[in-house]
Protein backbone atom coordinates (compact mmCIF):
# COMPACT_ATOMS: atom_id res chain seq x y z
CA UNK A 1 0.00 0.00 0.00
CA UNK A 2 0.96 3.40 -0.72
CA UNK A 3 1.84 5.87 1.67
CA UNK A 4 -0.65 8.36 -0.07
CA UNK A 5 -3.69 9.59 1.78
CA UNK A 6 -6.17 7.78 -1.60
CA UNK A 7 -4.18 4.71 -0.55
CA UNK A 8 -6.49 4.19 2.12
CA UNK A 9 -9.43 4.23 0.67
CA UNK A 10 -8.55 2.06 -2.18
CA UNK A 11 -7.68 -0.57 0.70
CA UNK A 12 -11.03 -0.07 2.34
CA UNK A 13 -13.05 -0.47 -0.94
CA UNK A 14 -11.16 -3.33 -1.91
CA UNK A 15 -11.74 -4.87 1.64
CA UNK A 16 -15.09 -3.09 3.33
CA UNK A 17 -16.57 -2.12 -0.20
CA UNK A 18 -19.81 -2.02 0.97
CA UNK A 19 -19.28 -0.99 4.42
CA UNK A 20 -20.04 3.19 4.98
CA UNK A 21 -17.32 5.29 4.67
CA UNK A 22 -19.51 8.57 5.03
CA UNK A 23 -22.88 9.18 6.23
CA UNK A 24 -24.34 12.50 6.01
CA UNK A 25 -26.64 12.59 9.03
CA UNK A 26 -29.02 15.75 8.22
CA UNK A 27 -29.79 14.34 4.02
CA UNK A 28 -30.01 10.78 5.26
CA UNK A 29 -27.70 9.85 2.59
CA UNK A 30 -24.47 7.39 2.48
CA UNK A 31 -21.41 6.79 0.80
CA UNK A 32 -20.23 3.30 0.42
CA UNK A 33 -16.23 2.91 0.26
CA UNK A 34 -16.73 1.20 -2.92
CA UNK A 35 -18.98 4.37 -4.70
CA UNK A 36 -16.78 6.88 -2.87
CA UNK A 37 -13.27 5.30 -4.68
CA UNK A 38 -15.26 4.65 -7.99
CA UNK A 39 -16.85 8.27 -7.89
CA UNK A 40 -13.65 9.98 -7.01
CA UNK A 41 -11.68 7.67 -9.68
CA UNK A 42 -13.88 8.71 -12.45
CA UNK A 43 -13.85 12.61 -11.29
CA UNK A 44 -9.86 12.35 -11.07
CA UNK A 45 -9.59 11.31 -14.51
CA UNK A 46 -11.87 14.24 -15.81
CA UNK A 47 -10.09 16.59 -13.94
CA UNK A 48 -6.80 15.62 -15.36
CA UNK A 49 -8.55 15.48 -19.03
CA UNK A 50 -9.99 18.98 -18.63
CA UNK A 51 -5.96 19.91 -17.93
CA UNK A 52 -5.57 19.54 -14.06
CA UNK A 53 -2.20 18.51 -13.68
CA UNK A 54 0.35 17.33 -11.15
CA UNK A 55 1.06 20.09 -8.65
CA UNK A 56 -1.84 22.72 -9.52
CA UNK A 57 -3.93 23.71 -6.72
CA UNK A 58 -7.66 22.90 -6.65
CA UNK A 59 -9.93 24.55 -4.20
CA UNK A 60 -13.36 22.34 -3.08
CA UNK A 61 -15.56 24.84 -1.92
CA UNK A 62 -18.47 23.16 -1.25
CA UNK A 63 -20.12 23.61 2.07
CA UNK A 64 -20.94 21.19 4.99
CA UNK A 65 -24.44 19.82 3.13
CA UNK A 66 -22.26 18.70 0.57
CA UNK A 67 -19.84 16.32 2.46
CA UNK A 68 -19.96 13.76 0.90
CA UNK A 69 -19.48 15.03 -2.83
CA UNK A 70 -16.30 17.23 -0.60
CA UNK A 71 -15.02 13.58 0.44
CA UNK A 72 -15.12 12.21 -3.07
CA UNK A 73 -13.73 15.64 -4.45
CA UNK A 74 -10.71 15.48 -2.10
CA UNK A 75 -9.65 11.87 -2.74
CA UNK A 76 -10.16 12.78 -6.66
CA UNK A 77 -7.98 15.82 -6.73
CA UNK A 78 -5.17 13.84 -4.79
CA UNK A 79 -5.66 10.92 -7.69
CA UNK A 80 -4.86 13.71 -10.26
CA UNK A 81 -1.64 14.73 -8.50
CA UNK A 82 -3.38 17.59 -7.68
CA UNK A 83 -2.97 19.74 -4.11
CA UNK A 84 -6.45 20.24 -2.57
CA UNK A 85 -7.00 23.96 -0.84
CA UNK A 86 -10.14 23.10 1.30
CA UNK A 87 -11.75 26.89 1.22
CA UNK A 88 -14.07 28.49 3.90
CA UNK A 89 -17.44 28.62 2.80
CA UNK A 90 -18.42 31.58 5.02
CA UNK A 91 -15.41 34.02 3.82
CA UNK A 92 -16.94 36.99 1.13
CA UNK A 93 -15.83 37.00 -2.35
CA UNK A 94 -13.18 39.28 -1.66
CA UNK A 95 -11.53 36.83 1.18
CA UNK A 96 -12.13 34.18 -1.11
CA UNK A 97 -10.03 35.65 -3.94
CA UNK A 98 -7.41 36.30 -2.05
CA UNK A 99 -6.81 33.10 -0.46
CA UNK A 100 -7.38 31.55 -3.98
CA UNK A 101 -5.04 34.54 -5.38
CA UNK A 102 -2.71 33.59 -3.39
CA UNK A 103 -2.48 29.29 -3.46
CA UNK A 104 -3.04 30.49 -7.60
CA UNK A 105 -5.94 27.83 -7.67
CA UNK A 106 -6.34 27.03 -11.28
CA UNK A 107 -9.87 24.76 -10.46
CA UNK A 108 -12.43 24.74 -8.11
CA UNK A 109 -15.27 22.55 -6.93
CA UNK A 110 -18.45 24.15 -5.75
CA UNK A 111 -22.46 24.14 -5.97
CA UNK A 112 -25.22 26.07 -6.93
CA UNK A 113 -25.68 27.79 -3.60
CA UNK A 114 -21.52 29.32 -3.33
CA UNK A 115 -21.34 29.07 -7.34
CA UNK A 116 -22.10 32.98 -6.82
CA UNK A 117 -19.50 33.63 -4.55
CA UNK A 118 -17.09 31.49 -6.51
CA UNK A 119 -17.36 33.37 -9.85
CA UNK A 120 -17.19 37.14 -8.39
CA UNK A 121 -14.09 35.64 -6.91
CA UNK A 122 -12.88 34.61 -10.30
CA UNK A 123 -12.30 37.81 -11.27
CA UNK A 124 -9.43 38.63 -8.75
CA UNK A 125 -8.37 35.28 -9.40
CA UNK A 126 -6.93 35.07 -12.89
CA UNK A 127 -5.35 31.49 -12.54
CA UNK A 128 -8.65 29.98 -11.91
CA UNK A 129 -10.13 28.89 -15.01
CA UNK A 130 -11.92 25.45 -14.36
CA UNK A 131 -15.37 25.51 -11.97
CA UNK A 132 -16.94 22.46 -11.42
CA UNK A 133 -20.28 22.62 -10.15
CA UNK A 134 -21.79 19.49 -7.95
CA UNK A 135 -25.28 20.02 -9.18
CA UNK A 136 -24.61 21.11 -13.09
CA UNK A 137 -26.05 24.57 -12.47
CA UNK A 138 -23.79 27.05 -14.83
CA UNK A 139 -24.54 30.16 -12.32
CA UNK A 140 -23.86 33.63 -12.74
CA UNK A 141 -22.44 36.24 -10.93
CA UNK A 142 -23.45 37.28 -7.44
CA UNK A 143 -23.47 41.15 -8.79
CA UNK A 144 -24.31 41.02 -12.10
CA UNK A 145 -25.09 39.26 -15.33
CA UNK A 146 -22.32 36.87 -16.78
CA UNK A 147 -20.46 39.21 -19.91
CA UNK A 148 -21.26 37.12 -23.00
CA UNK A 149 -18.25 34.49 -23.34
CA UNK A 150 -17.20 34.63 -19.69
CA UNK A 151 -16.72 31.15 -18.45
CA UNK A 152 -19.32 29.67 -16.19
CA UNK A 153 -19.24 26.59 -14.58
CA UNK A 154 -18.96 23.18 -16.07
CA UNK A 155 -21.52 20.53 -14.19
CA UNK A 156 -19.38 17.69 -12.08
CA UNK A 157 -21.12 15.09 -14.32
CA UNK A 158 -19.98 16.41 -17.77
CA UNK A 159 -16.69 16.70 -15.93
CA UNK A 160 -16.40 13.33 -14.74
CA UNK A 161 -15.27 10.54 -16.99
CA UNK A 162 -17.48 7.18 -17.43
CA UNK A 163 -14.47 4.65 -16.63
CA UNK A 164 -14.26 4.08 -12.43
CA UNK A 165 -10.93 1.93 -12.66
CA UNK A 166 -8.40 2.92 -10.64
CA UNK A 167 -6.92 5.89 -11.34
CA UNK A 168 -3.46 7.68 -9.54
CA UNK A 169 -1.23 9.73 -10.97
CA UNK A 170 2.14 9.58 -9.76
CA UNK A 171 3.02 11.23 -6.58
CA UNK A 172 5.67 10.87 -3.96
CA UNK A 173 5.07 11.07 0.30
CA UNK A 174 6.91 14.11 -0.34
CA UNK A 175 4.70 15.94 -2.71
CA UNK A 176 1.91 18.04 -1.87
CA UNK A 177 -1.36 17.33 -0.54
CA UNK A 178 -3.44 19.74 0.86
CA UNK A 179 -2.72 24.23 1.73
CA UNK A 180 -4.51 24.75 4.57
CA UNK A 181 -5.58 28.71 5.20
CA UNK A 182 -5.46 29.62 8.53
CA UNK A 183 -5.81 33.60 9.01
CA UNK A 184 -4.89 36.66 6.85
CA UNK A 185 -7.79 37.03 4.92
CA UNK A 186 -7.85 40.83 3.93
CA UNK A 187 -3.94 40.82 5.02
CA UNK A 188 -1.37 38.59 4.20
CA UNK A 189 -2.61 34.84 3.80
CA UNK A 190 -1.19 32.19 5.46
CA UNK A 191 -1.18 28.76 3.29
CA UNK A 192 0.27 26.11 5.62
CA UNK A 193 1.86 23.11 3.39
CA UNK A 194 0.48 19.42 3.94
CA UNK A 195 2.66 16.79 2.36
CA UNK A 196 1.49 13.32 2.36
CA UNK A 197 4.31 12.34 4.11
CA UNK A 198 3.01 14.75 6.89
CA UNK A 199 -0.79 14.62 6.51
CA UNK A 200 -2.14 12.22 8.95
CA UNK A 201 -1.44 10.92 12.64
CA UNK A 202 -2.09 7.72 12.13
CA UNK A 203 -0.51 5.59 9.16
CA UNK A 204 -2.27 3.70 6.30
CA UNK A 205 -2.89 0.09 7.28
CA UNK A 206 -5.46 -2.67 7.35
CA UNK A 207 -7.93 -1.93 10.28
CA UNK A 208 -10.21 -4.36 11.64
CA UNK A 209 -13.44 -3.46 10.66
CA UNK A 210 -15.65 -2.56 13.72
CA UNK A 211 -19.20 -1.44 12.64
CA UNK A 212 -19.14 1.25 14.88
CA UNK A 213 -18.88 5.05 13.70
CA UNK A 214 -17.18 8.13 14.90
CA UNK A 215 -19.22 11.31 14.97
CA UNK A 216 -18.60 14.70 14.21
CA UNK A 217 -19.64 18.23 12.75
CA UNK A 218 -16.72 20.15 12.04
CA UNK A 219 -16.18 21.86 8.49
CA UNK A 220 -14.26 20.17 6.23
CA UNK A 221 -12.00 22.77 5.72
CA UNK A 222 -10.77 23.23 8.74
CA UNK A 223 -7.91 21.25 10.91
CA UNK A 224 -9.90 19.55 13.14
CA UNK A 225 -12.59 18.55 9.94
CA UNK A 226 -10.40 17.18 7.84
CA UNK A 227 -8.75 14.78 9.98
CA UNK A 228 -11.71 13.28 9.96
CA UNK A 229 -12.01 12.73 6.20
CA UNK A 230 -9.45 9.60 6.32
CA UNK A 231 -8.79 8.94 10.45
CA UNK A 232 -11.94 6.81 11.24
CA UNK A 233 -11.56 4.67 8.48
CA UNK A 234 -8.03 4.15 9.54
CA UNK A 235 -9.62 2.81 13.02
CA UNK A 236 -12.42 0.75 11.62
CA UNK A 237 -14.94 3.09 11.61
CA UNK A 238 -17.64 5.22 9.65
CA UNK A 239 -17.67 8.62 9.74
CA UNK A 240 -20.95 9.92 10.74
CA UNK A 241 -21.08 13.58 9.90
CA UNK A 242 -23.88 15.94 11.20
CA UNK A 243 -23.49 19.39 8.82
CA UNK A 244 -25.75 21.43 11.06
CA UNK A 245 -24.95 21.35 14.60
CA UNK A 246 -27.94 21.73 17.11
CA UNK A 247 -27.40 20.05 20.54
CA UNK A 248 -30.81 18.76 20.98
CA UNK A 249 -30.36 16.87 17.54
CA UNK A 250 -26.93 15.84 19.06
CA UNK A 251 -28.59 14.26 21.57
CA UNK A 252 -31.17 12.57 19.73
CA UNK A 253 -28.43 11.33 16.76
CA UNK A 254 -25.93 9.80 19.64
CA UNK A 255 -29.28 7.83 21.11
CA UNK A 256 -29.88 7.10 17.73
CA UNK A 257 -26.77 5.79 15.65
CA UNK A 258 -25.02 4.74 18.62
CA UNK A 259 -21.85 5.97 17.38
CA UNK A 260 -18.52 4.93 19.43
CA UNK A 261 -16.61 8.09 19.48
CA UNK A 262 -17.64 11.77 18.80
CA UNK A 263 -15.50 15.27 18.66
CA UNK A 264 -17.24 18.24 19.28
CA UNK A 265 -15.70 21.71 20.07
CA UNK A 266 -16.06 22.98 23.04
CA UNK A 267 -18.63 25.75 22.38
CA UNK A 268 -20.71 22.65 21.18
CA UNK A 269 -19.97 20.98 24.60
CA UNK A 270 -21.60 23.84 26.76
CA UNK A 271 -24.62 23.65 24.47
CA UNK A 272 -25.33 20.07 24.78
CA UNK A 273 -24.34 20.18 28.60
CA UNK A 274 -26.87 22.41 29.23
CA UNK A 275 -29.99 20.72 27.06
CA UNK A 276 -32.67 19.82 28.93
CA UNK A 277 -32.29 16.16 27.72
CA UNK A 278 -28.34 16.47 28.77
CA UNK A 279 -29.00 14.31 32.14
CA UNK A 280 -31.29 11.60 30.35
CA UNK A 281 -30.26 11.18 26.41
CA UNK A 282 -28.80 7.76 26.36
CA UNK A 283 -25.34 7.94 25.54
CA UNK A 284 -24.52 5.20 26.34
CA UNK A 285 -22.80 3.94 22.94
CA UNK A 286 -19.95 6.73 23.35
CA UNK A 287 -16.67 5.31 24.45
CA UNK A 288 -14.76 7.87 23.53
CA UNK A 289 -15.63 12.21 23.60
CA UNK A 290 -12.88 14.04 22.12
CA UNK A 291 -12.98 17.69 22.28
CA UNK A 292 -10.54 20.20 21.12
CA UNK A 293 -10.04 23.18 18.24
CA UNK A 294 -10.01 25.70 21.78
CA UNK A 295 -9.36 25.91 25.00
CA UNK A 296 -11.94 23.61 26.96
CA UNK A 297 -12.38 24.27 30.73
CA UNK A 298 -12.03 21.87 33.31
CA UNK A 299 -16.15 21.96 34.50
CA UNK A 300 -17.03 21.01 30.67
CA UNK A 301 -14.97 17.69 31.05
CA UNK A 302 -16.08 17.29 34.57
CA UNK A 303 -19.37 17.57 33.43
CA UNK A 304 -18.70 15.38 30.78
CA UNK A 305 -16.95 12.71 32.26
CA UNK A 306 -19.74 12.65 35.44
CA UNK A 307 -22.72 11.69 32.66
CA UNK A 308 -20.24 9.10 30.65
CA UNK A 309 -18.18 8.03 33.46
CA UNK A 310 -17.09 4.78 31.39
CA UNK A 311 -16.37 6.67 28.33
CA UNK A 312 -12.77 8.47 27.67
CA UNK A 313 -13.38 12.22 27.94
CA UNK A 314 -10.20 14.12 25.87
CA UNK A 315 -9.06 17.35 25.65
CA UNK A 316 -6.79 17.55 22.01
CA UNK A 317 -4.05 19.82 21.68
CA UNK A 318 -3.60 20.79 17.90
CA UNK A 319 -3.11 23.06 15.35
CA UNK A 320 -2.48 23.03 11.67
CA UNK A 321 0.90 24.20 11.38
CA UNK A 322 1.85 21.50 14.30
CA UNK A 323 -0.23 18.55 11.68
CA UNK A 324 0.71 15.36 13.02
CA UNK A 325 1.86 16.00 16.53
CA UNK A 326 0.10 14.80 19.57
CA UNK A 327 -0.62 14.69 22.91
CA UNK A 328 -2.30 11.26 24.86
CA UNK A 329 -3.67 11.77 28.11
CA UNK A 330 -4.66 8.33 29.83
CA UNK A 331 -7.91 7.57 31.22
CA UNK A 332 -7.03 6.83 34.65
CA UNK A 333 -4.66 10.09 34.63
CA UNK A 334 -7.49 12.69 33.14
CA UNK A 335 -8.86 13.45 36.51
CA UNK A 336 -5.91 13.97 38.75
CA UNK A 337 -4.55 16.26 35.95
CA UNK A 338 -7.84 18.38 35.28
CA UNK A 339 -7.15 20.75 32.20
CA UNK A 340 -4.40 19.35 31.25
CA UNK A 341 -4.14 18.49 27.18
CA UNK A 342 -2.18 14.91 27.80
CA UNK A 343 1.49 13.90 27.17
CA UNK A 344 3.50 14.49 24.21
CA UNK A 345 3.70 11.64 22.05
CA UNK A 346 7.01 11.00 20.85
CA UNK A 347 8.88 11.41 18.44
CA UNK A 348 6.69 14.87 19.27
CA UNK A 349 8.80 17.15 21.33
CA UNK A 350 7.72 19.75 23.57
CA UNK A 351 9.52 22.81 24.93
CA UNK A 352 8.26 26.02 27.15
CA UNK A 353 10.27 28.61 26.53
CA UNK A 354 9.80 32.79 28.32
CA UNK A 355 12.27 35.61 27.98
CA UNK A 356 13.95 34.59 31.74
CA UNK A 357 13.59 31.31 30.94
CA UNK A 358 14.11 28.54 28.36
CA UNK A 359 11.94 26.26 29.38
CA UNK A 360 12.71 22.99 31.45
CA UNK A 361 11.79 23.78 34.87
CA UNK A 362 8.17 22.39 34.90
CA UNK A 363 5.67 24.46 35.68
CA UNK A 364 6.87 27.75 33.99
CA UNK A 365 4.44 29.37 32.03
CA UNK A 366 5.55 30.23 28.52
CA UNK A 367 5.02 29.91 24.95
CA UNK A 368 4.73 26.41 23.79
CA UNK A 369 7.38 24.93 20.82
CA UNK A 370 6.67 21.92 19.65
CA UNK A 371 8.97 19.83 17.30
CA UNK A 372 8.64 16.63 15.33
CA UNK A 373 11.03 15.05 13.29
CA UNK A 374 10.82 14.55 9.80
CA UNK A 375 7.07 15.55 9.81
CA UNK A 376 7.36 19.04 9.90
CA UNK A 377 5.22 21.61 8.03
CA UNK A 378 6.01 25.05 6.41
CA UNK A 379 4.17 27.91 5.00
CA UNK A 380 3.40 28.12 1.33
CA UNK A 381 5.08 31.03 -0.94
CA UNK A 382 6.34 32.41 2.67
CA UNK A 383 9.65 31.55 3.22
CA UNK A 384 9.62 34.49 5.79
CA UNK A 385 6.99 33.47 8.22
CA UNK A 386 8.49 30.00 7.80
CA UNK A 387 11.62 30.95 9.11
CA UNK A 388 10.02 32.99 11.72
CA UNK A 389 7.83 30.74 12.69
CA UNK A 390 9.99 27.05 12.53
CA UNK A 391 13.34 27.85 13.77
CA UNK A 392 15.67 24.54 14.41
CA UNK A 393 12.66 22.51 13.68
CA UNK A 394 10.70 24.26 16.41
CA UNK A 395 7.98 25.14 16.00
CA UNK A 396 6.31 28.50 17.83
CA UNK A 397 3.00 27.78 18.56
CA UNK A 398 2.14 31.33 19.99
CA UNK A 399 -0.11 29.69 23.07
CA UNK A 400 0.81 29.66 26.33
CA UNK A 401 0.96 26.91 28.50
CA UNK A 402 2.96 25.23 30.98
CA UNK A 403 3.97 21.15 31.56
CA UNK A 404 3.97 19.43 34.84
CA UNK A 405 6.37 17.34 36.50
CA UNK A 406 5.31 14.30 35.01
CA UNK A 407 5.67 16.42 31.65
CA UNK A 408 2.10 16.67 31.03
CA UNK A 409 1.16 20.36 28.87
CA UNK A 410 -1.82 22.49 29.51
CA UNK A 411 -2.67 25.38 27.42
CA UNK A 412 -3.27 28.43 29.49
CA UNK A 413 -4.07 30.76 27.03
CA UNK A 414 -1.95 32.59 23.65
CA UNK A 415 0.50 34.92 22.57
CA UNK A 416 -0.88 35.94 19.63
CA UNK A 417 -3.59 37.66 18.46
CA UNK A 418 -6.36 35.27 17.35
CA UNK A 419 -10.01 34.77 18.68
CA UNK A 420 -11.33 31.77 18.35
CA UNK A 421 -14.96 32.65 18.41
CA UNK A 422 -17.42 29.17 18.35
CA UNK A 423 -14.63 27.85 16.77
CA UNK A 424 -13.77 30.04 13.98
CA UNK A 425 -10.22 31.70 14.21
CA UNK A 426 -10.95 35.18 13.95
CA UNK A 427 -7.38 37.63 13.80
CA UNK A 428 -7.59 41.01 14.94
CA UNK A 429 -5.93 42.33 12.15
CA UNK A 430 -8.18 41.33 9.43
CA UNK A 431 -11.17 43.01 11.55
CA UNK A 432 -9.19 45.73 12.11
CA UNK A 433 -7.93 46.01 9.16
CA UNK A 434 -11.65 46.70 7.58
CA UNK A 435 -12.91 48.97 10.25
CA UNK A 436 -9.92 50.83 9.13
CA UNK A 437 -11.52 50.90 5.22
CA UNK A 438 -14.13 53.18 7.12
CA UNK A 439 -14.53 56.62 6.34
CA UNK A 440 -15.79 57.47 9.66
CA UNK A 441 -12.89 55.46 11.78
CA UNK A 442 -9.55 56.64 12.66
CA UNK A 443 -8.60 54.23 14.84
CA UNK A 444 -9.82 50.69 15.42
CA UNK A 445 -8.66 48.06 17.89
CA UNK A 446 -10.12 44.25 17.70
CA UNK A 447 -10.06 41.99 21.05
CA UNK A 448 -11.87 38.66 22.20
CA UNK A 449 -14.10 38.88 25.11
CA UNK A 450 -15.18 36.28 26.83
CA UNK A 451 -18.78 34.69 25.88
CA UNK A 452 -20.43 32.14 27.45
CA UNK A 453 -21.62 29.98 24.60
CA UNK A 454 -19.19 31.01 22.03
CA UNK A 455 -16.08 30.66 24.62
CA UNK A 456 -14.84 34.53 22.53
CA UNK A 457 -16.48 37.04 21.17
CA UNK A 458 -15.48 40.15 19.26
CA UNK A 459 -15.40 43.48 20.79
CA UNK A 460 -14.07 46.36 18.46
CA UNK A 461 -12.95 49.65 20.30
CA UNK A 462 -13.31 52.68 17.94
CA UNK A 463 -11.82 56.31 17.56
CA UNK A 464 -14.01 58.19 15.15
CA UNK A 465 -12.55 60.41 12.67
CA UNK A 466 -12.84 64.24 13.89
CA UNK A 467 -16.19 65.64 13.22
CA UNK A 468 -17.46 62.52 11.86
CA UNK A 469 -20.49 60.52 13.42
CA UNK A 470 -21.17 56.58 13.29
CA UNK A 471 -23.60 54.73 12.75
CA UNK A 472 -22.75 51.20 14.26
CA UNK A 473 -25.44 49.28 11.95
CA UNK A 474 -24.36 50.98 8.89
CA UNK A 475 -20.90 50.22 10.11
CA UNK A 476 -21.93 46.38 10.21
CA UNK A 477 -23.18 46.69 6.79
CA UNK A 478 -19.90 47.99 5.71
CA UNK A 479 -17.88 45.06 7.78
CA UNK A 480 -20.72 42.82 6.05
CA UNK A 481 -19.55 43.23 2.60
CA UNK A 482 -16.06 42.85 3.26
CA UNK A 483 -15.84 39.92 6.19
CA UNK A 484 -17.51 36.90 6.85
CA UNK A 485 -20.33 37.32 9.24
CA UNK A 486 -18.62 35.55 11.96
CA UNK A 487 -15.92 38.56 11.92
CA UNK A 488 -17.68 41.00 12.29
CA UNK A 489 -17.96 42.32 15.79
CA UNK A 490 -21.23 42.62 17.40
CA UNK A 491 -19.79 44.35 20.53
CA UNK A 492 -18.76 48.13 19.55
CA UNK A 493 -17.24 50.83 22.06
CA UNK A 494 -16.28 54.83 21.46
CA UNK A 495 -13.27 56.06 23.11
CA UNK A 496 -11.86 59.33 22.66
CA UNK A 497 -8.21 57.42 22.10
CA UNK A 498 -6.79 54.36 22.13
CA UNK A 499 -4.45 53.01 25.27
CA UNK A 500 -0.84 52.57 23.21
CA UNK A 501 2.64 52.06 25.04
CA UNK A 502 5.57 54.40 24.40
CA UNK A 503 6.44 52.90 20.97
CA UNK A 504 2.95 53.19 19.80
CA UNK A 505 1.24 49.59 20.09
CA UNK A 506 -1.96 49.35 21.57
CA UNK A 507 -2.36 47.87 24.83
CA UNK A 508 -5.27 45.46 24.48
CA UNK A 509 -5.31 44.14 27.74
CA UNK A 510 -6.37 47.75 29.18
CA UNK A 511 -8.90 47.38 26.79
CA UNK A 512 -10.83 45.68 29.34
CA UNK A 513 -14.43 44.42 29.28
CA UNK A 514 -16.24 47.37 31.36
CA UNK A 515 -15.67 50.08 29.11
CA UNK A 516 -17.43 48.27 25.66
CA UNK A 517 -21.42 49.62 25.38
CA UNK A 518 -24.24 46.25 25.04
CA UNK A 519 -24.08 44.54 22.38
CA UNK A 520 -25.70 46.26 19.55
CA UNK A 521 -27.78 43.50 18.06
P1 LIG B 1 -6.06 25.65 14.22
O1 LIG B 1 -4.76 25.66 13.51
O2 LIG B 1 -7.14 26.36 13.48
O3 LIG B 1 -6.47 24.28 14.58
O4 LIG B 1 -5.91 26.47 15.58
C1 LIG B 1 -4.92 26.09 16.48
C2 LIG B 1 -5.05 26.85 17.77
O5 LIG B 1 -6.25 26.50 18.45
C3 LIG B 1 -3.95 26.50 18.74
O6 LIG B 1 -2.76 27.21 18.47
C4 LIG B 1 -4.58 26.87 20.07
O7 LIG B 1 -4.49 28.26 20.29
C5 LIG B 1 -6.04 26.52 19.87
N1 LIG B 1 -6.37 25.19 20.42
C6 LIG B 1 -6.59 24.06 19.75
N2 LIG B 1 -6.89 23.04 20.59
C7 LIG B 1 -6.85 23.54 21.83
C8 LIG B 1 -7.04 22.98 23.16
N3 LIG B 1 -7.40 21.72 23.34
N4 LIG B 1 -6.89 23.82 24.21
C9 LIG B 1 -6.55 25.12 24.04
N5 LIG B 1 -6.36 25.70 22.84
C10 LIG B 1 -6.50 24.92 21.74
Not at 233 to 257: C, H, Q, T
Amino acid sequence: MTELLTGQLRLMASRHPDEIGYRNLDAGTDLSFARWEAESNRLARGLAGAGVAKGDRVSIYLPSEEVLNWVVAYAAIHKAGAVAVPTNTRLSARETSTILGHAEALAAITCASHLPTLLTARRRVPTLGLVVSTDGTAGSEADGPVEPGAPGAVPWAAVAADDASEFQVELAPEDLADIMYTSGTTGSPKGVVVRHRNASLLPNGEPHWSGTAWLHGSPLFTFAGISFVYNPMKLGKSAFFLPRFDAGRWLEVVAGERPEAAFIVPAMAQLIIAHPEFQTADLSSLQLCSLGSAPVSAAVLRRLQERMPDATISNGYGMTEAGPAFCAMPKDEAWKRAGSVGKPMPPMEVRITNEEDDGLRADAVGEVLIRLPGRQREYYRDADATARTWTDGWLHTGDLGRLDEDGYLYIVGRTKEVIIRGGNNIYATDVENALLEHPAVLEAAVVGVPHEVLGEDLAAFLVTAPGRALDVEELRAFLLSRLADYKVPRRVAFLDQLPRNATGKVLKHELAPPRWTPSTR
